[in-house]
């Protein structure tokens, strides 16, 4: 039974491993801002990675991997990351590679949003 669970397996993935291209994006935020009035610089970085084939991505940070849903559009791509709260954290990689990655937190009940701004670059695989 084994043997067969993992022959589908095979059959099953290694077709797509050929034509499976992952997309890393390394991010670089300078500025944070948590009010309209006060914004400070600020060293804050992060990874996401995209497949493909599947379209699963992931935001690689400090705590490890955290599963993020896409949205591609003509003029960005946005990765939204749904927190257990409810709250979600976004970041947007403009064409360009300028980055702003908003974090709609909450914290014993009450809001700490933030906002930051900076680069993503895609990596060459």
């Not at 290694?14 to 944070?32: Q, T």
């Not at 084939?53 to 849903?69: F, H």
């Not at 709250?87 to 906002?115: D, F, K």
Request: proline share 4%; aromatic share 10%.
């Amino acid at each position: 039974m084994k043997q067969t669970f993992w022959l589908v397996m095979l059959l099953v993935i290694l077709p797509k491993l050929g034509n499976a291209e992952a997309i890393e994006y390394e991010c670089k935020f300078e500025m944070v801002c948590v009010d309209v009035e006060y914004c400070q610089a600020i060293e804050f970085n992060f990874k996401f990675l995209l497949d493909t084939i599947t379209k699963d991505a992931y935001m690689v940070g400090n705590l490890g991997l955290s599963p993020v849903r896409v949205h591609n559009g003509y003029e960005a791509l946005t990765f939204i990351e749904s927190l257990p709260t409810g709250a979600v954290q976004t970041t947007t990689i403009l064409n360009t590679g300028e980055a702003i990655h908003s974090r709609n937190t909450v914290i014993l009940g009450a809001p700490a949003p933030s906002q930051y701004s900076g680069k993503c670059t895609r990596l060459e695989s």
